[in-house]
């Protein structure tokens, strides 16, 4: 007997029958060598969590005829960059080199008239409060050639969220089976499968950045989902109305017996 739910819905149930040859770790058969009857349900748990830091992504461009030049350039106010993010108590782990290109530059005929080249950096503030700090400074060191490719907050530590999560969700698949099962007129037995899916980071809350006022960039909140697979056995006797059907299809299976000859009378 399976019962399977839409596979796009977020949780499906299935009513197994397993014996010991079937894969995956099948329970052992009940007594009486009938297989052992299962049910395998999905449970979604999810907590919330604020995220306690922030990515800045800041780049320079260089323009110039020489690539060599272009490069200097945009090495040099990177330079300086990094300089006042560490000058602001930025841990060095946490500035990242993520870029650096050069590429022709055309002019409005289309003919080459230099290169230009951009580096980037991604730099993550474990205090989100030092933002104006961190901006103003590049901006004062790299001047015009400063480029902001965005801000963004993010969790350092999500697994007390996910472990709540974790909890919620296989409570979750608990309580589904235990209706299934008293449906069934049966009760959990062992546990045989538990499969978790991957986490999840929803954000639920946007940020809104105010370069006047750095109160005004609030974090908002992130939902931590965990999805888990579980399988238990199911114990205690078959529910009375599925042993009268399966009396009922062995009846049926039976010849019908010679209809008894007609009266004289």
């Known amino acids: 007997m399976s019962v399977v739910w839409?596979?796009?819905?977020?949780?499906?149930?299935?009513?197994?029958?397993?014996?010991?040859?079937s894969p995956g770790g099948a329970p052992a058969p009940a007594a009486g060598g009938s297989p052992a009857a299962t049910v395998r349900v999905v449970g979604v748990g999810q907590s919330t969590i604020v995220p306690d830091a922030?990515?800045?992504?800041?780049?320079?461009?260089a323009t110039s005829r020489a690539v060599a030049e272009a490069l200097?350039?945009?090495?040099?106010?990177?330079?300086?960059?990094?300089?006042?993010?560490?000058?602001?108590?930025?841990a060095g782990a946490?500035?990242?080199?993520?870029?650096?290109?050069?590429?022709?530059s055309h002019g409005r005929t289309g003919v080459q008239n230099g290169f230009v080249a951009t580096a980037s950096l991604t730099v993550l503030l474990r205090q989100p409060d030092?933002?104006?700090?961190?901006?103003?400074?590049?901006?004062?060191?790299?001047?015009?050639?400063?480029?902001?490719?965005?801000?963004?907050?993010?969790?350092?530590?999500?697994?007390?969220a996910q472990d709540e999560a974790r909890r919620a969700?296989?409570?979750?698949?608990?309580r589904r089976a235990e209706l299934y099962a008293t449906e069934l007129g049966r009760s959990l037995g062992q546990?045989?499968?538990?499969?978790?899916?991957?986490?999840?980071?929803?954000?639920?809350?946007?940020?809104?950045?105010?370069?006047r006022d750095s109160a005004a960039f609030e974090p908002g909140t992130q939902v931590v989902t965990i999805q888990v697979s579980a399988e238990w056995v199911l114990e205690g006797p078959r529910r009375a109305l599925q042993s009268e059907r399966e009396s009922a299809a062995v009846s049926s299976s039976e010849p019908?017996?010679?209809?008894?000859?007609p009266s004289d009378h």
């Open 6 to 21: 839409p596979p796009r819905e977020p949780t499906a149930v299935a009513m197994t029958t397993a014996g010991p040859g």
């Open 94 to 104: 946490d500035q990242r080199t993520t870029g650096l290109n050069v590429h022709a």
């Open 169 to 174: 969700a296989l409570a979750e698949a608990r």
């Open 54 to 61: 922030l990515r800045v992504e800041l780049g320079v461009e």
């Open 130 to 160: 030092l933002v104006d700090i961190v901006l103003t400074g590049a901006a004062d060191a790299a001047g015009d050639l400063l480029r902001i490719g965005g801000l963004g907050f993010t969790v350092t530590d999500a697994g007390a």
């Open 72 to 90: 200097g350039i945009a090495r040099a106010a990177m330079a300086e960059i990094r300089r006042v993010v560490s000058a602001a108590g930025v």
């Open 191 to 211: 546990l045989v499968r538990l499969v978790e899916g991957g986490p999840g980071h929803d954000q639920a809350g946007v940020a809104e950045l105010s370069m």
């Open 256 to 261: 019908a017996a010679d209809p008894a000859p």
